[in-house]
């Protein structure tokens, strides 16, 4: 009976379902906000390993001259 009544402190299930729709909109937003963010690292990413393969090819140019 204790671990019902523990368990059931962390579990709320409204009978009005409208509730759900903040939390909805919520992960929306922030899932969202985490693809873009995703999006945003992998562009940065892409040019600073373009930067890397010319700094490479200019060092190896200098090094064969």
Partial sequence: MLEWTVLSLFLYFPE???EYIPAGIALA???????????FFIKISKKEEAKAKELEKSLKK???S
């Fill in 62 to 64: 200098g090094e064969n």
């Fill in 16 to 18: 009005d379902k409208t």
């Fill in 29 to 39: 937003i922030f899932a969202l906000a985490a693809f873009f963010t995703f999006k």
